[in-house]
Structure formats: structure tokens, C-alpha cells
């Protein structure tokens, strides 16, 4: 099993739809989950941070940790076309020596206009 | 002014071939990373330095030799090219090792032929 799973993709919808992007990961000791956002020729820009468990709203964007699930979740409202990308979950442990980012897969999303 | 910038942002060689990747960071953080993106947009991470010292070796062939002149600069040298090494090369940086919040060039393509 691999420590992050992501949905596969891509995803396609129509916009103004609400955008449902799942992660899962099998390491308990993560602790720091973030999500990425990358445009086509891009690098890799962070969208949502948060520590633990519970939610962050930040614009259009909300972003959901449940631990006892392993389980996180980005919630897109609203969707734009300027929200294609592909977005990558990623977490991380305590920050120390060897801690170090591990990124989901990535799932590429297109919002149709 | 770009905060992660790295050259060059495309790079077309035959195997067999050494070629050098670098990078540069002007947001005074301490670490900074190479990471490797497959086709698939799988990103993984290489290395990370602290303060010019290696702190991350995650299993990377000898062919790859990463050298930090100062905490600014981490450049990464590519022995012997070989087909499997195509993909897209991003450099990133953050204020601590294994920080969530990392700042990411926009990446060097590599075609090895």
C-alpha cells in the first residue's frame, strides 16, 4: 500500500459545479496536510495548509482533515475555469531532520465553461 | 523577481551525456529541495539540503550529485544520462527541512534520447 493515495483522474466538470478531491494515507504520524495546486508548465503552488484534524476555508476553497479516517479532503465552490490544474495532495510529520513532504499522485482537473 | 528560479527550463541530450540543473532561491529559507516529476505528475522528492548540508538522500542513483555552494544556490549534476532519467526536475525551497510551506521553481524538462 502506498503511504498517499489520491483519486484518479481526470476530472471533468461543468462550471459553477462543487469539486470533491480525496486523499487517503496509511502513515499516522502525519501531521501537516497540504494541498498543491500545479498549472500545465508549472511548478507546484501551495493551496491549503492545515495542522491536525478539521477544516480551513479560505475563498472558494475548503480544505478537510480526518485523522481517525485517514482521510483529507479539498472542497472546490463554485468551480471557475481558471481551476484547471492538477492538484496534489501532499503531508508530512512533525517537521525534523528527516521529515520530508510525501505528495499524493495527482488528479488533473479541467472546469468547462 | 522570480523567488525560485532555476535553468535551464528545458534540457535535450542523448544518453550517456552529464548535464547540470541550477538553482536558486532569494527568500533567505534555510532548505531546499530537488524533486523528480514523472509523466504520470508523480512528484517525489530527490534530495534536501539545510544550510549546505545533505540531509535528504532519497535512494538516488550515484549518477545524481547535488552540490550547494551556499544556502541560496543548490545545483543538481546528472552523470552518464540515461532514458529512464527524462522527466520534469523541480527545485524548492522552504524556511525549515520538511516544512509543508515550500516554494517550488517552474522546472526543468529533461528529454534524454
Known amino acids: 500500500q502506498k503511504e498517499v493515495e489520491q483519486d484518479p483522474g481526470p476530472l471533468s466538470v461543468p462550471e459553477g459545479a462543487i469539486v470533491s478531491l480525496n486523499c487517503t494515507y496509511s502513515n499516522s504520524a502525519f501531521q501537516y496536510f497540504m494541498w498543491y495546486r500545479q498549472y500545465s508548465r508549472k511548478g507546484p503552488e501551495l493551496l491549503m495548509y492545515?495542522?491536525?484534524?478539521g477544516n480551513k476555508e479560505d475563498g472558494r476553497f475548503t480544505a478537510q482533515v480526518d485523522k481517525s479516517s485517514k482521510y483529507i479532503s479539498l472542497f472546490i465552490r463554485d468551480s471557475q475555469p481558471s481551476d484547471s490544474a492538477t492538484y496534489l495532495c501532499a503531508m508530512s510529520s512533525p517537521t525534523g531532520a528527516n521529515s520530508k513532504l510525501t505528495f499524493g499522485k495527482g488528479i488533473t482537473l479541467s472546469v468547462r465553461p | 523577481d522570480t523567488a525560485v528560479s532555476q535553468t535551464p527550463k528545458y534540457l535535450v541530450t542523448q544518453m550517456g551525456n552529464d548535464k547540470s540543473i541550477k538553482c536558486e532561491q532569494n527568500l533567505g529559507h534555510d532548505t531546499m529541495y530537488w524533486y523528480k516529476q514523472d509523466s504520470k505528475k508523480f512528484l517525489k522528492i530527490m534530495f534536501s539540503?539545510?544550510?549546505?548540508?545533505?540531509?535528504i538522500n532519497e535512494t538516488v542513483p550515484n549518477r545524481f550529485s547535488p552540490k550547494s555552494p551556499d544556502k541560496a544556490h543548490l545545483n543538481l549534476h546528472i552523470n552518464s544520462l540515461e532514458l529512464g532519467d527524462s522527466a520534469v526536475y523541480f527545485c524548492?525551497?522552504?524556511?525549515?527541512?520538511?516544512?509543508?510551506?515550500?516554494?517550488f521553481g517552474a522546472g526543468t524538462r529533461l528529454s534524454v534520447l
Open positions: 539540503y539545510n544550510n549546505k548540508e545533505l540531509i
Open positions: 524548492a525551497s522552504s524556511r525549515q527541512t520538511g516544512e509543508g510551506i515550500q516554494y
Open positions: 492545515t495542522y491536525s484534524s
